[in-house]
């Protein structure tokens, strides 16, 4: 029966696919597999690829002169945030400029709870990307026992099983946890390996902010290859670094992890952005049991002297693991108390304060943030060497770890605006630490794959047309910590299901984007 329907779209094609919507002439194509890339041409039609190849009879209402251009399929950012920006820019430029067609969300143990209301609003806003989503631990969490520090009742775990179960049938990839925020961190293995598992019921699999990616990474990494094996499920790790000074070199240990888990069977991959420095809440510098129910617990706890004594005190220590004197390694990204903060180090905060050039006063500053409400921070803290490490590793993909950027708002991370860019400037071309197939094949194939996204990834017949054309001499991200609101550059072309998006190399309005459910 494939064969006689396949014979038969090949007689359909030959009569009536001479017309195109979109045709793409003499690219250099990398259609997403890591083989090397050929000259060709791409015929789209009603959204989908219809035809790949040397396509010479082939006409089309519009034609895209590829010489000189490498086309790739979409680029698909497995690691988002973009939950709260959708209506404030659903053009979603930043991602769009940087080849991305299609977002995972949801991750980090965030996520809106209610997945299916969550993706009938994107359906109805319609965004220029394709949206994925997982269900947060931590959300979840919260809707079933709030904040505490506690374990579950029986009652509240079935709960949470419940809108998982009930997630992963409106279509969620799978489960994610964030085990290093409030309130992911005071729940114990057996409560994520419960919740774990009834994703898997719907083959889902499980995606974890560890426990640790510092001091005791290699403790977090066995929980969540624990966590899989237990569930029957694959297992992705976000975000895979080293952070603090005195991990530097340690990649030497975890990488290895990976691999021992993956020849004695577990699915297990891992996802990188290309940066030396992350970013997270302030609230990370502070120790978990302060937390806990809510910021009115939080000042009430900070409001006492013996407690205020004790957060400080356990800054410190961590400050003097780092082998640093002052807290010059958190920058602020955005503080609603105060923009004027936004781009400082907690170090140049606190001399803008008033106060001595001292560490145990910079603590005293966190503190003061934290009771004004927290703020969003970059940490500049890993090395050079690890981040180059991991990007070697074949079965780690780039993510951006990043939300949906309003244009001059803040000071955040520049992975939001450059991740794919500045892999293929910086690290394909210029540092040449992997090879363009393998960059793209990273970007694509294998994150439509690990997220089971359907009919994406490569340049196939039949495929959604979601492609990219880009100089692959002049890609670059320009985005950076300091001025970090600026597209990515290079970028020629971008379709998302077929529609023209990018144009020229300008965004012209275009929201063809649609939800990524899984199948069950």
Known sequence: MRILFLFGLFLATQ?????????IRNGKILDGTGNSWFYGDIAVQKGKIVAVGKLGKWTATKTIDAAGLIVAPGFIDVHTHIEGEEKRQPTTDNFIYDGVTTVVTGNCGGSNVNIGRYFSMLDSLKLSINVASLIGHNDVRKAAMGSANRDPSEAEMQRMEAIVEQAMKDGAVGLSTGLIYIP???SKTAEVVRLAKAASKYNGIYASHMRDEGDSVTQAIEEAIHIGREAKMP??????????????????????MIIKAREEGLDVTIDQYPYTASSTSLSTLLPDWVLSDGQDSIKARLARPEVRKKVAEHMLRKLKKRKLKHFSYPVVASFRADSSYNGKSIEEVNLLRGRKHKAKEEAETIIEMMELGGAGMVFHGMGDKDVKAIMQYPFNMFASDASIRVFAAG???????????RVLGKYVREEKVISLEEAVRRMTSLPAQKFQLPNRGLLREGFAADIVLFDEQKVQDLSTYDKPHQYSTGFQYVLVNGELTIDAGKHNGTRAGTTLRLKN
Not at 15 to 23: E, M, T, V
Not at 235 to 256: A, C, D, M, Y
Not at 416 to 421: Q, V
């Open 235 to 256: 297992v992705e790790i976000s975000h895979f670094k080293l952070s603090g000074q005195q991990n530097w070199g340690r990649s030497k240990e975890t990488i290895p």
């Open 411 to 421: 000071n955040p991370h520049p992975r939001g605006y450059g991740t794919n860019a």
């Open 15 to 23: 009569s009536f696919g001479q017309q195109a919507d979109i045709l």
């Open 184 to 186: 992911g961190t005071y």
